[in-house]
């Protein structure tokens, strides 16, 4: 198996530690920021995706002129 000379048994337990332990912090973390979010990041989803729409809108429009 090409998977088995990377992953040892130990790897495999690391990688799963660092899951559970990565998520449950970054779930921790969000609950106790959820109150900022709200009071700081107002429709913060609306702008980035109008911003990255227009930047996407753009870019393919440069490469339609430059004629790649």
């Not at 921790?28 to 913060?44: E, L, Q, V």
Request: without cysteine; glycine residues 8%.
């Amino acid at each position: 198996m090409f998977l088995s000379a990377f992953f040892t048994p130990g790897r495999i337990v690391f990688m799963i530690f660092f899951i559970i332990a990565f998520v449950s912090l970054m779930i921790w973390s969000y609950r106790k920021d959820s109150d900022n979010h709200n009071r700081y990041y107002k429709n913060a989803g609306k702008k980035v995706f109008l911003y990255g729409g227009l930047i996407l809108i753009v870019f393919v429009i440069v490469r339609l002129l430059a004629g790649h």
